[in-house]
């Protein structure tokens, strides 16, 4: 690293101008850069990122680093393995077989083999060739709101992203199940809605003479804006589909490995068990692993004509990682402290929109929560605007934190696991500040 | 991991039996071991792996570690960095543009942005999207005995291995070049047929109302068997291709970084310029990270409808150890010590073959060789039993070799960079002797 460049001060704006450009020189334009300002972080801890000026931000964004920042257990077993052996999956090593097991245990019954990639697409990817290899269907059903990743394949079913790349005839979308406002407000009759746009585009599929494969979603429907989606809803939508010939696959890449308190996986807290589950950011801590866990009936169709290889998927350094993670959680006991903390930090929030009126419903599980933010509390207009200033502001008060939903009105909460009650408070006031901020803006217009 | 199962010897055929067990129970079925009777590595260093049991092994095939197996450089830098921060792409960070600079400058002049991703799979995936974006076109071309990954869209260029996925009509096949036998021996003639098959597949396309978007290649033919191709048969493929319209990406992850001796890079060797280049698996000598190489207008064509994020490529650590591989290939001065030790090895196998009429063929370049057996020296009938005897029965003397090629008949030579002359010595020794026991055993029948 040249001196110049690691002594820069972020709030020297010639500085800051200087790596935009030399970013946009040698990465090109595909790149999104989060906030007006970016942030040029250079270390990280726990919950807790510093920029090259010295400055701290809580982190409420990333879940990758699911047990915190560079947390020393899962660090020193990168290490030590690294130092010790990396290699692949076609010589037996006991890491992977021991990581299949402690993963593998925290499914339901049937759901017992795991296979391994490096990222939530390769995974993805992975379950829709074993779903098309067990049906010989190719039908995919999704939300119209949805990501699941960025390969050809999966950017199409990823409909939440403009693109060129016209969608192909086998894939139908089913509406976002919004609970807060369109068509499924009304919520006695919602989970029936739901279903008829199953049923309605299985219809679609076989006008097109196709059958499906997989219906595939978030099980908690991060990308869609976190909705409460009824009970039965996702049992009811994974019936018709099943009855239909198709699987249902749940991409845990998001609501998995606990962070939504009350359930280990997503799927869980939707009380429907999936024939695929995929997962992936969080599994290694920031080391690249994701996997998928099915049934030995799934593997063997796909077996009959294919095998498969993915060079560092599974490799031992990458299950030292993840069994690192899979400790912390237990040791910590972090899924049952997400639960508290976000129930905690569930009751500020209801606290807060008491006083602001920007608040229009908050929503989601454990460390996973959604702030819908509306421009009038009747009309449930979407504030989108208002939620990209509050983004932006709350960057400048030292937190970082997103937005999600179709709208994108919507605050994204989905800190490391480590988040702390007085993490919360942190939160709880700088979100206050800036949300009076955006509203006192609003107001003088 | 239990005690039990770390003492292991794999000399051992009940403790080996449950390992196998317990793994296609966990891991089920479509996954290969390498070897009948599969190796239990448990750490290695430079070039050699060591088993459960202490026996150490000669490794002839892994590319992956490439400045040798847990190079304390390259693991330091991972260690360093993963104490420090790792996060994603869309915050600042020196080390990717840093190692973007150092990437790029190893191309040729408008070869000048880099993308990262994590796996080959998903540096092609992006290559493939870019492609299209570019072109408006969807046809891709590939040899009939390629691999280029394991992505629904890229296991449907992957044409070297059956599957029951039925390719697409935009995807259409020439021939394996292979110089050694079948329609090209005629080396004279080989460019110019070559170039026809070409024309011939982008009629196909035009028949099917396709242009094409991409012609795409492995620049050494890895898994085509490491063919002598004539002088110039590249750029009379590519010429044909552009000027139908179609881009030219080479696909690097096997030849890429210096493995060739003669130059940085396999699309350099054979004289031609890629539109995109891809590259993998020794980029982080086992750390995942991949990347594709391109120029600003590819990238701006994309980028007018679509962006590209991936959670793990580029991230810090991912750099640091991209980086360190680079230091370390500089600082020894791998590409030509693979070139010289290339040299040294082929002439040994030269003289091996003067012996062993199993030896139909030495091809390749540097640290990247191929070993065509045959049963018969006049028709060149490939010697594929026999190679998989060779292959094994190496494996038993402390040689972990591979094999390749549309007849798997071609023993694989594909060490870590680090490979020394003494290295090779042994290769020839070990190699004379199982060679000299297959033909024996040929002898008897």
Redo the contacts between chains.
């Keep these: ?1 040249k001196p110049a ?2 002594n820069m001060k972020q709030t020297d704006p010639d500085r800051l101008q200087t ?2 450009q ?2 946009q ?10 906030y007006e300002q ?7 801890k726990g919950v807790w ?1 510093y920029d090259s000026d010295g400055t701290k931000y809580l982190d409420v964004y ?1 879940n ?2 699911h047990v915190g ?2 947390h020393p257990q899962v ?1 020193e077993a ?2 030590k393995q ?17 990581y ?2 402690r993963l ?1 245990n925290r499914f339901p019954d049937g759901l ?4 391994f ?6 995974a993805n ?2 379950a ?2 074993l779903a ?2 067990k049906t010989g269907a190719s039908g995919m059903i999704v939300t119209d709101n949805a990501y699941h990743g ?4 999966i ?1 199409q079913i990823t409909t939440t ?5 016209k969608r192909a005839e086998n894939i139908v979308t089913v509406p976002t199940p919004d609970s807060f406002r369109g068509l499924y407000a009304d919520e006695d009759q919602a989970a029936d809605k739901y279903a008829a746009h199953l049923q309605t585009a299985i219809e679609t599929l076989a006008q097109r003479g196709l059958r499906p494969a997989a219906f595939i979603v978030d099980t908690i429907f991060s990308n869609e804006g976190l909705p409460k989606v009824p009970e039965g809803y996702l049992a009811k939508a994974v019936a018709i589909v099943r009855k239909a010939g198709g699987l249902f696959i749940a991409d845990e890449v998001q609501p998995g490995f606990g962070r939504l308190g009350t359930d280990f996986w997503g799927f869980a807290s939707q009380g429907v068990k999936p024939d695929i589950a995929t997962m ?2 969080p599994m290694g801590n ?3 692993i994701s996997a998928v866990v099915t049934s ?1 009936p799934v ?2 169709a ?14 031992p ?2 299950c030292a990682a993840a069994l690192a993670v899979l400790d912390v959680i237990e040791q910590q006991d972090l899924q049952a402290k997400a639960l508290e903390t976000g129930n905690y930090l569930t009751e500020g929030l209801k606290d807060l929109a008491t006083n602001n009126t920007l608040i229009g419903d908050i929503r989601g599980s454990g460390l996973f929560i959604g702030i819908d933010l509306v421009r009038d509390q009747t009309s449930r207009e979407p504030a989108t605007a208002e939620t990209g200033k509050a983004v932006n502001r709350l960057r400048q008060l030292g937190v970082l934190i997103g937005s999600t939903g179709q709208y994108d009105n919507i605050l994204k909460i989905r800190p490391p696991m480590v988040f702390s009650k007085s993490n919360a408070e942190l939160l709880l006031e700088k979100l206050g500040t800036a949300l009076n901020e955006t509203r006192s803006a609003n107001d003088r217009l």
Excluded: Q
């Excluded at 970016?38 to 990280?44: A, F, M």
């Design positions: 690293m460049m690691s790596l935009l030399r970013r020189r040698l990465m090109g334009n595909a790149y999104r850069l989060f970016p942030v040029h972080i250079v270390s990280g990122l990333n990758v680093p920042h560079c660090v990168i290490c690294a130092h010790t052996l990396n290699t692949h999956t076609r010589y037996l090593h006991e890491l992977v077989l021991e299949a097991e593998t017992d083999i795991a296979m990639a490096c990222t939530g697409t390769e990817e992975l829709l060739r098309r290899a960025n390969s050809w394949a950017a992203y403009e693109t060129s790349e992936g950011k920031g080391y690249p030995a593997i063997d796909f077996h009959k004509h294919s095998h498969y290889f993915n060079t560092f998927g599974g490799s350094v990458a």
